[in-house]
């Protein structure tokens, strides 16, 4: 599907953007050289010979051993991968299973015969005599032969209806393997047929469907899956049937005529400098015919010139995946660079829309920290960190975190030095900064408490023994200082 550059192949979909297996090889496609050498174009022509004919408008009495010769031909050469020597060897069997056919209807013919000649004896030696083929007319027809009821010739006739079971036995077994020979060569060759399609091998889909239709002319050219399998439902989805080899060589042509258009399309968009355009063009012809000749022959200077571009638009993709925005804005102004025709704005929205959420997300826990919620501020930060992990705030956020971890750490050790040494005023002196420190600390916390209060009321004291030896009254001055 362009418009989502999804491709749906067995049940199941990938984006042909994303997909590591389509990028790792449609990236060895940009790279390679042109399918343009001598032996490539030798190939080619001998594909086309084969077309030509096998075409229904060749009257030829011999194409078809021809074609087969040519299919000989055509498999010696590395780009077909042996697919026609394939086609070859199922065409082949195909006709030893029609020569066989002819074979087994011979012989039932000849059974056929067999056994009415022994309904004719039967009928000879138990109506007449049992020495005579003739019988008189004038014998009561529906009146047995006393001969043919003696003991002695009761095995004769015996023998004559086994016999007569057994002819006929094996005709009807040559008839049902008649049936089943030309059914188990139908579907091996539609089997193969469809493996072609499914292969994108399109030119040999035509040739096969071709060879089909001359092999099997009983009009039957629906094809036989296994009822629930994968590749019926797969049919079933896009088209709603199971399809015919009819239909097989009409989308086969077709898919040859839409690749060579999209190649077209992509050469004109390249000189016109619409670098995304092109791309997506070639996208389209390579997932639907890899193998065709418009797809082979692209000259190696164009697809360079798009594969630095083409890789930058696969990274961007991974990095919105992993939600790597710093980097995703990177690509796209690079891409806007290379491209013309570069539509930025749904990766720009994206990256933009991201960044956003996760900054409100890392304000809103700031102003949690700062009444004292931990629980929503550990929502919130955890929330940013899921939007944009890469996000500079956090960074800052988590030293943060980080350096007053420290100075608690740090004030909790000075602490308990200052107790060990009894250095009560030095810690009523910093009595704040221990409070912050001992704050999820109760047992500290219980002795800066104690520390505190004993202080305030030695202070306490003090001011009023003060007031009361400046009236004159030192023995309750004393007092209360004691």
């Not at 209806?161 to 049902?176: G, H, P």
């Not at 258009?261 to 012809?285: I, N, P, W, Y």
Request: aromatic letters at 8%.
């Amino acid at each position: 599907d362009p418009t989502t550059d999804v491709f749906t192949f067995d049940g199941k979909s990938f984006n042909v953007n994303g997909n590591r297996v389509f990028r790792a090889r449609f990236e060895k496609y940009l790279n390679a050289e042109a399918a343009t050498s001598e032996m490539d174009v030798a190939y080619r022509m001998a594909i086309r010979e084969i077309l030509d004919t096998l075409s229904p408008h060749n009257r030829d009495a011999k194409k078809f051993p021809k074609a087969v010769a040519q299919l000989q031909r055509a498999s010696q050469f590395p780009q077909d991968a042996r697919l026609c020597e394939s086609l070859a060897n199922a065409v082949y069997r195909v006709y030893l299973a029609q020569r066989n056919q002819s074979q087994l209807k011979q012989l039932n013919n000849e059974l056929d015969m067999q056994r009415r000649q022994l309904d004719w004896s039967f009928d000879a030696w138990s109506q007449g005599d049992a020495g005579s083929s003739e019988r008189k007319l004038s014998d009561d027809p529906n009146k047995p032969d006393p001969a043919a009821t003696e003991p002695v010739n009761a095995g004769h006739i015996q023998r004559y209806v086994q016999r007569i079971a057994e002819v006929e036995a094996e005709r009807v077994a040559n008839a049902a393997k008649v049936q089943l020979s030309e059914l188990e060569a139908k579907l091996e060759f539609q089997a193969l047929v469809v493996q072609f399609f499914l292969q994108r091998r399109f030119e040999h889909v035509v040739m096969a469907t071709r060879f089909y239709t001359e092999f099997f002319k009983d009009g039957d050219g629906k094809l036989q899956f296994e009822e629930g399998s994968e590749v019926e439902q797969s049919f079933a989805k896009t088209i709603g049937f199971n399809p015919t080899i009819t239909t097989l060589d009409a989308f086969a042509n077709e898919a040859i005529r839409d690749v060579g258009q999209s190649v077209e399309s992509f050469g004109f968009l390249m000189d016109s400098g619409k670098t995304d355009g092109a791309l997506r063009q070639l996208q389209q012809a390579f997932v639907m015919g890899e193998h065709l000749p418009p797809v082979q022959s692209v000259p190696r200077e164009k697809k360079t010139a798009i594969l630095d571009y083409a890789q930058n638009s696969f990274q961007l993709v991974n990095a919105i995946e992993v939600k790597d925005y710093g980097l995703a804005e990177e690509l796209v102004n690079k891409m806007k660079t290379q491209a013309g025709d570069f539509d930025y704005s749904k990766p720009t929205a994206a990256i933009e829309a991201a960044k956003l959420s996760s900054n409100m997300r890392i304000r809103t826990a700031k102003n949690a920290a700062l009444q004292g919620d931990n629980d929503a501020y550990e929502e919130n930060i955890k929330a940013a960190a899921e939007t944009w992990p890469q996000n500079p705030m956090l960074k800052e956020q988590f030293n943060l975190i980080a350096d007053s971890a420290d100075v608690q750490q740090q004030a909790k050790i000075e602490f308990d030095r200052l107790l060990g040494t009894q250095s009560y005023r030095q810690i009523f002196t910093n009595r704040a900064r221990f409070i912050a420190a001992t704050v999820d600390d109760a047992e500290r916390q219980k002795a800066l408490e104690q520390i505190i209060g004993n202080i305030q009321e030695i202070e306490t004291v003090m001011k009023q023994a003060d007031t009361l030896a400046k009236a004159g009254n030192n023995h309750a001055a004393w007092e209360i200082v004691e």
